[in-house]
């Protein structure tokens, strides 16, 4: 109702028409499409659907003007805010991550305007998502240490692991050592038997996953049935012997060793040995590290002869520690020991470098360059030949110190004895923690696993 002077006047919308009338000799004008704007709060209608793991949020209506602007304002994970991790603008898409357990997932959506605002709130309750597990397995032997590497596993709840690993079918139990790597030292064997192994991950959710293999523990993995050469580790318990004839287990600290047997695997591979109890060297337990000492006086062990005909590439690795020589040259270890073609490598001694010499003259050798020698000196000498090519390597822990091509090879180097803790009349003052020759080259990979193989053996396993 309006009043104008005393006349009361009525006005009212006939559709979209301006309606006038005439007053006291006036006209009034009403504009019935203006009067139509009137501003209003907003009204809102919201709601929610859950597929899978993926919750949308959409508004289904809203009034209000103006037209009210819309804004997802509150999204939580059993309480947490997690309004971060969502993704568009309307609709509003999250995606709910994976629980053993049910969570709840609350949100608020508000549209406003000039007038004001309205809120719709809703929640779901998402059921808990369970996964079969998964997980991809490596596994790495060095030494006697087998060692199984979890490279990663999934599963909803977290799964459990259990391993069956066996040696020459006697079950062994794996060690954890942390950051998903499990072992088991396999030293209680003569040969490269094999070890079997599988691990299985569950979590109560088919199907468990499992990995198995079979493998021989390094580096008895180097060798086939054609392979000439040997292993020795001092770790190997069952390698060493009092006596000759093996009858007599070397256990314990200072224990003589007069047998050393070959750890190979090869056919073709070689025990070391002496019948002369003077000749004995002794088994060194330390802590955790275990070697054989020989005296520098009459200690040696020799193996049959043998005969490296057609077999003009080798690799001989040892891990060693130096010690006082009493004045001899310190050789410790001889290819083809009673025979010109010999190959020996020397002990570091005073301010004498490492050698490998291929001749009984001592014409043709190679020299690392010389160290300040304070014994007792670690080192893991590796070297590599080829005889045709004339070519030698040496390694020191790893490193490169010396390389020659064009050495002349006598024709007579094919066939002798190995002899360790020296040469004939030339004894070596050392102890040996592993040692191995090989009639071939390696590969990056081999050589990596043979360094750390002679590494472990210093560093007590």
Not at 239 to 266: E, M, R, Y
Not at 323 to 332: M, V
Request: glycine fraction near 10%; charged fraction near 15%.
């Amino acid at each position: 109702m309006k009043k104008l002077g005393a006349q009361d006047v009525t006005t009212r919308k006939l559709g979209a028409q301006n309606v006038s009338r005439r007053y006291l000799g006036a006209t009034l004008v009403w504009n019935a499409a203006a009067a139509s704007t009137i501003i209003t709060a907003p009204t809102l209608a919201a709601s929610d659907s859950l597929s899978g793991r993926t919750l949308t949020i959409a508004v289904d209506s809203t009034t209000g003007n103006p037209a009210p602007t819309t804004a997802l304002t509150a999204l939580t994970l059993d309480g947490s805010n997690v309004l971060g991790d969502v993704t568009g603008t309307g609709p509003w898409s999250y995606e709910v991550p994976d629980s053993a357990d049910g969570q709840t997932i609350a949100w608020t959506v508000e549209a406003s305007n000039a007038e004001g605002s309205d809120t719709a709130s809703g929640s779901e309750t998402v059921a808990a998502n369970l996964f079969a597990p998964t997980m991809t397995v490596s596994t790495s032997s060095i030494g006697e240490t087998f060692s199984i590497t979890i490279d990663d596993l999934t599963g909803t709840p977290a799964p459990t692991l259990a391993f069956d690993v066996t040696v020459d079918g006697s079950p062994v139990t794996m060690v954890d050592q942390g950051g998903g790597i499990w072992s088991v030292t396999v030293s209680e064997t003569t040969e490269p038997k094999p070890v079997v192994w599988s691990v299985t991950a569950s979590n109560g959710v088919s199907p468990d996953d499992t990995t198995s293999g079979v493998v021989l523990v390094f580096p008895q993995t180097l060798y086939t049935s054609n392979d000439q050469g040997f292993v020795v580790d001092a770790y190997a318990t069952s390698s060493l012997w009092q006596d000759d004839a093996g009858t007599i287990p070397a256990t314990a600290h200072d224990d003589p060793v007069a047998l050393w047997k070959d750890n190979s695997g090869s056919t073709n591979g070689v025990d070391h040995s002496t019948a002369v109890l003077a000749d004995r060297p002794k088994l060194q337990i330390v802590g955790n590290r275990r070697t054989i000492l020989s005296d520098g006086i009459s200690d040696k062990l020799t193996s049959v002869t043998r005969d490296f005909t057609g077999k003009d590439v080798f690799t001989a690795c040892f891990a060693i520690r130096s010690l006082d020589t009493n004045g001899n040259s310190n050789p410790f270890w001889t290819a083809h020991d009673l025979n010109d073609g010999l190959r020996t490598i020397y002990a570091p001694q005073l301010t004498i470098p490492v050698r490998f010499q291929i001749d009984n003259n001592g014409s043709e050798a190679v020299d690392a360059p010389s160290p300040t020698y304070d014994p007792p000196l670690d080192m893991v000498i590796i070297v590599e030949g080829d005889i045709p090519s004339g070519t030698i390597k040496l390694w020191i822990d790893g490193t490169l110190v010396a390389s020659e091509t064009g050495i002349s090879f006598r024709p007579d180097w094919q066939i002798g004895v190995s002899r360790l803790f020296g040469k004939e009349g030339n004894l070596a003052k050392v102890e040996i923690a592993r040692g191995m020759e090989i009639s071939r080259g390696l590969t990056a990979s081999e050589f990596t696993d043979l360094l750390n193989w002679g590494q472990a053996g210093l560093d007590g396993w």
